[in-house]
């Protein structure tokens, strides 16, 4: 069990796929992710996604993709945020609230929050070799997820 994020692309709304998807088949939801019609059929199903696979340049249409950690990190990275109180509400109450959480999404307004919670995150160190390494590799993680998500105007996807 792990938690993982995402930001999907773009390219559907630009214009930018390499092939167009089956006529009628997709929407976009509310996390911007293409998605097929609930009610399509098999065949349709398989169009889709024999589409998805090569539709853009970006693997299942995901600009970005972190694995987080499994649940013993998403654990430590949460206790080690508790200890400096209110200062990472959303990375906390969002994100590393539970290890294997997911189907949730930080919207854009909780994405700009979390830009002044990564400054936060920078000044927090370990004196552990192995437990700062692993606080700025979530660092890096969530910097990289805000700046995919802003640069295309959508949510980070758990």
Not at 45 to 66: F, M, S, T, V
Not at 78 to 103: A, M, Q
Request: hydrophobic share 35%.
């Amino acid at each position: 069990m792990s938690l993982d994020a995402r930001v999907y692309c773009d390219c559907y709304e630009k214009g930018h796929l390499r092939h167009d998807p089956p006529p009628d088949l997709v929407y976009l939801d509310e996390t911007g992710e293409l998605l097929l019609r609930l009610d399509a059929s098999g065949a349709e199903q398989a169009l889709y996604h024999e589409w998805r696979e090569r539709g853009c340049d970006h693997h299942g249409g995901q600009l970005i993709y972190c694995r987080i950690g499994n649940i013993g990190l998403v654990s430590f990275l949460r206790d080690t945020l508790e200890k400096s109180s209110g200062l990472f509400p959303i990375l906390l109450g969002k994100v590393l609230y539970n290890g294997t959480h997911g189907g949730d999404f930080l919207n854009l307004d909780q994405v700009l929050a979390v830009q002044g919670e990564i400054e936060l995150l920078a000044q927090l160190h370990r004196m552990d070799q192995d437990e700062e390494s692993m606080i700025r590799r979530f660092e890096t993680q969530v910097r990289e997820l805000v700046g995919a998500a802003l640069s295309v105007g959508k949510p980070i996807v758990f």
